[in-house]
């Protein structure tokens, strides 16, 4: 049974500019991606931080894991350097399959989870 402390209050709530499946532009690095999740805020180390996050955007801000187009790497973006895709046109990643089953008016639709 959930206690009131585990519960998320009105200032737990974080409002986040993307959602899975949304298709995004990295404003320093210009790639395109698609976004795979989103943590409310920065879950990596810090040691993560220091050595990759230059710019060092917020922390207790939305960071987004991203699937790069035409290529096999994943990214760990804040949302700061994130802008909507300007195209609707599909990405090509290795993984797509592995999290989305179709391509559908410029957004990806999730696979159904695993019961």
């Known amino acids: 049974m959930a206690t009131v402390s585990d519960r998320a209050t009105v200032t737990d709530i974080v409002s986040v500019k993307f959602s899975i499946g949304d298709l995004v532009h990295h404003r320093l690095f210009d ?3 698609v976004i795979v999740d989103v943590d409310q805020n920065f879950q990596a180390t810090e040691e993560w931080y220091n050595a990759v996050a230059r710019s060092r955007p917020p922390k207790n801000k939305p960071w987004y894991h991203v699937l790069v187009h035409d290529s096999v790497h994943s990214t760990y973006v804040a ?3 994130l ?4 195209t609707v046109e599909p990405i090509n990643h290795p993984m ?3 999290f989305f089953f179709k391509f559908e008016n410029g957004k990806y639709v999730r696979n159904e989870p695993f019961i």
């Open 31 to 33: 790639y395109r991606g």
């Open 79 to 81: 949302e700061q350097n």
């Open 83 to 86: 802008e909507p895709d300007g």
């Open 96 to 98: 797509l399959g592995h």
